[in-house]
């Protein structure tokens, strides 16, 4: 258990479908970062969020949308997905600005968009 | 191109052998991580090794940075089969880049 809390653990959906992924963390930090991780390949910065503002855009397509109401808890609002969006959705937490950056990782959602 | 690349992409060991893995990277860090994934988990964090440090110990794990070399290598020390895993490097450049690389594959056969 990392601190960090990621719902729902599997998510099937259609490509008409539009749905949340939640995230989590009641570690006190103050950055949260989506992840997208597909097969052989590194992980992607997706977004990144800092005291509630997003700071990082890493060119993800708009059918992904972010949203982070409070430094606890991010969302990832999913709509019109298409089938090279399967991947596992991985949430992390830090608290940059401490000297040591290491990032508190969720379990991850295994989105498969049909 | 990415900024962290593990090297081997695979690592096959029996038990009780030790496990060395490679990271390299292009640009100047303040700190270098080593995290752990479990197949199909979010990742654990291992180790962290700052700029200014050449190396560090955590139990069985022994983590080098040249930063010279823009270079790292996780070394695990008699390795079990609970240690089988896809082990990532990720360098900490500022602001809020933590950047991944692919990922080794370990598999310690029992």
């Known amino acids: 258990e990392t601190g960090v809390t990621q719902t729902p653990r599997h998510l099937v959906m259609g490509m008409t479908n539009k749905k949340s992924l939640k995230c989590e963390q009641h570690?006190?930090?103050?950055?949260m970062y989506w992840y997208k991780q597909s097969a052989k390949k590194p992980l992607e910065l997706m977004f990144v969020y800092s005291l509630e503002e997003r700071v990082e855009n890493n060119s993800v397509p708009s059918r992904f949308s972010p949203e982070c109401p409070n430094s606890s808890h991010l969302f990832l609002h999913l709509h019109t997905l298409q089938p090279e969006d399967s991947a596992l959705y991985l949430c992390?937490?830090?608290?940059?600005?401490?000297?040591?950056?290491?990032?508190?990782f969720g379990q991850g959602t295994r989105l498969t968009v049909v | 191109s990415q900024q962290g690349e593990e090297d081997p992409q695979a690592l096959s060991i029996q038990e009780g052998e030790n496990a060395t893995m490679n990271c390299s990277y292009k640009?100047?860090?303040?700190?270098l991580q080593w995290y752990r994934q479990n197949s199909g988990r979010g990742l654990v964090h291992l180790i962290l090794i700052r700029s200014n440090e050449r190396e560090k110990h955590s139990g069985r794990l022994r983590v080098t940075l040249d930063t010279s070399k823009k270079s790292s290598s996780l070394l695990i020390t008699a390795s079990r089969a609970a240690d089988t895993a896809s082990y990532f490097c990720?360098?900490?450049?500022?602001?809020?880049?933590?950047?991944f690389g692919a990922g080794t594959r370990l598999f310690v056969k029992a």
């Open positions: 992390a937490s830090s608290h940059p600005g401490t000297g040591d950056t290491e990032a508190f």
């Open positions: 640009t100047s860090i303040n700190n």
């Open positions: 990720a360098t900490d450049t500022g602001g809020f880049k933590t950047i």
């Open positions: 570690l006190g930090h103050n950055a």
